[in-house]
């Protein structure tokens, strides 16, 4: 396991995910605990981008340059020493959101609240093919003694229609693309399991038949108490996968070969996301204690299907 030394951008935030940077090169990040997202300028400035309200979650840059929000529906926390964690559902949950905002005026659309009927669970992470659509996790929420299933939908970004991908799935989270966008990659959160998905056509999978239980081909299932997070793909098709517990970002070829780890100052390292003009700058997302991190990576990041050229 490698430690790299780690700059950090920002601090004081209340559970910071979903790590994008903006065109002006700013890293726009939600505050889960505070149903926002901030925008942090040079030298960590920090000023909100927007008041989502629930639990806004993964985000992505659409083709229109607006945000695309997966909003879990919020959390209950507890506060440990240093440490915000989530312990439950929000006392006024009603359900989860995909939605969109205006990068330049703050507003806050919602794209999308159930699908055939289904209210949406807990909306995680999120990603945008080159046809107008994205795809997105939902990780299901957790009762007393209850569990929602979770579930992988294909959403198109004008709102105008969402089906349901891939189900049932324990936990899914993190969600990526290969680089000749042919596979869907998947993290399943408690499992510590990456799966793949050959897509057909947009929304819809290959799926294995039985003993797969979702229709997925496994990558790789790292062994011991770790659980998986948000996931980025390298130029390269590797997997870069946040590691909670063990504190990492895992690296994964697209053949399954754990190729290495890399050490973060944190058990919870949730997002990353790749940055700058060379796309070989990784923003990290230190959960517990609030902070948001910026890395030197030894590969550069996939360049992302509407961004076109920098």
Not at 247 to 270: A, D, F, K, N, R
């Amino acid at each position: 396991m490698t430690k790299p030394a780690i700059e950090i951008i920002a601090t004081g935030l209340h559970f910071p995910e979903g790590p994008v940077e903006l065109p002006d090169g700013s890293i726009a990040v939600v505050e889960i605990g505070r149903g926002r997202i901030v925008r942090i300028r040079e030298g960590g400035r920090q000023d909100v981008l927007a008041v989502t309200d629930g639990g806004p979650n993964g985000m992505a840059l659409g083709p229109d340059e607006a945000l695309y929000v997966c909003n879990n529906g919020g959390f209950s926390w507890a506060e440990e020493g240093d440490w915000l964690r989530p312990v439950g559902l929000a006392p006024d949950y009603s359900g989860g959101l995909i939605q969109k905002v205006d990068v330049a005026t703050g507003e806050v659309t919602t794209l999308y609240d159930q699908c055939d009927g289904r209210k949406l669970s807990g909306p995680n992470d999120i990603v945008f093919d080159d046809q107008g659509g994205f795809y997105f996790t939902d990780t299901g929420r957790v009762r007393e003694f209850q569990r929602d299933h979770g579930a992988v939908y294909y959403g198109k970004a004008d709102g105008s229609s969402v089906r349901r991908v891939v189900f049932p799935l324990l936990a899914p989270n993190g969600i990526g693309l290969s680089p000749d966008l042919k596979t869907l990659y998947v993290a399943e959160m408690e499992t510590a399991r990456l799966w793949s998905y050959a897509i057909v056509e947009p929304g819809v999978v290959h799926k294995k038949s039985f003993p797969s239980q979702n229709g997925g081909e496994l990558v790789i299932g790292l062994g011991g108490f770790q659980r998986l997070d948000s996931l980025k793909v390298a130029a390269s098709g590797n997997i870069c996968v946040s590691t909670l517990v063990t504190g990492c970002i895992t690296v994964v070829s697209p053949g399954g070969e754990l190729l290495h780890q890399v050490c973060m100052p944190e058990i919870y390292p949730t997002n990353l996301g790749f940055a700058g003009q060379d796309l070989q700058d990784v923003v990290v997302t230190l959960s517990l204690t609030g902070r948001v991190g910026r890395v030197r990576w030894p590969e550069k990041g996939l360049r992302l299907q509407h961004q076109g050229a920098r």
